[in-house]
C-alpha cells in the first residue's frame, strides 16, 4: 500500500476528470489498495457505467453517492434544494475526514467536490481538512471544473482537461457507455 499519499487534482471544462479518477482507482485497487470513491451531484439512483462495473464483491473499490435528488439544470434556481445539498455535502466530508484520518482507504476520490466548491456548496476549510488530517498514506483525488487558486495551492498535481472539441458542440447528445 501507499508510503506517502498525494493531493492530486484534475479540473478545467474538458471530457476526462471523472474518467481520468476512475482509471486511477483501478491502477490502485490492482496493486492491493483499497479506494473509495464518493460522487458528489450524481444522485444513486442516476445509472453511471463506472458504477455498474464496480459492483463485483472482489473489486477493492467502494463507490458511494449521495441519495438525493439533483437536476443540474434546476436545483441551483432552489434555494431549499441547495441548502439541503449544502448540509449533506457537509456531513459527508466530515466522515470522509474520518475516514481519511483512520486510513480505512489507502485512496480517497471526491468526484464533483471541485464544481460543488465553485458553486458554493461546499467551503475550502472542508476539503482542507480532509488533506490536513488524513493518514500521511491517504492519497486524496478531487475532481470537478473550476478549481481556485487556493485549492491548486493545496495539491501536489494538478492536471487540467482543456476542452479542444467536443461531440456536445454540434449536438450529439450523450452516450451510455462513452459519457455516462
Request: charged share 30%; with cysteine; proline share 3%.
Amino acid at each position: 500500500m501507499l508510503e506517502k499519499g498525494l493531493v492530486q487534482i484534475y479540473t478545467g471544462d474538458g471530457k476526462g476528470k471523472t474518467t481520468a479518477a476512475f482509471g486511477l482507482a483501478l491502477r490502485a485497487a490492482g496493486q492491493g489498495n483499497k479506494v473509495l470513491i464518493y460522487q458528489f451531484l450524481k444522485p444513486a439512483s442516476l445509472n453511471i457505467g463506472e458504477r455498474f462495473a464496480l459492483q463485483p464483491d472482489d473489486v477493492k473499490i467502494r463507490v458511494e453517492a449521495l441519495d438525493i435528488p439533483w437536476d443540474m439544470s434546476k436545483a441551483f434556481k432552489d434555494k431549499n434544494a441547495v441548502s439541503k445539498m449544502k448540509k449533506a455535502i457537509k456531513e459527508v466530508l466530515e466522515q470522509i475526514a474520518q475516514t481519511a484520518q483512520k486510513r480505512l482507504y489507502d485512496c480517497v476520490i471526491l468526484d464533483e467536490i471541485i464544481f460543488c466548491l465553485s458553486k458554493d456548496l461546499v467551503k475550502l476549510r472542508d476539503i482542507k481538512n480532509i488533506i490536513d488530517k488524513r493518514d500521511p498514506a491517504v492519497e486524496i483525488v478531487l475532481t470537478g471544473r473550476g478549481a481556485s487558486r487556493e485549492l491548486i495551492a493545496l495539491a501536489d498535481l494538478v492536471t487540467e482537461m482543456k476542452n479542444i472539441k467536443h461531440p456536445f458542440d454540434k449536438g450529439t447528445p450523450a452516450r451510455r457507455g462513452i459519457e455516462f
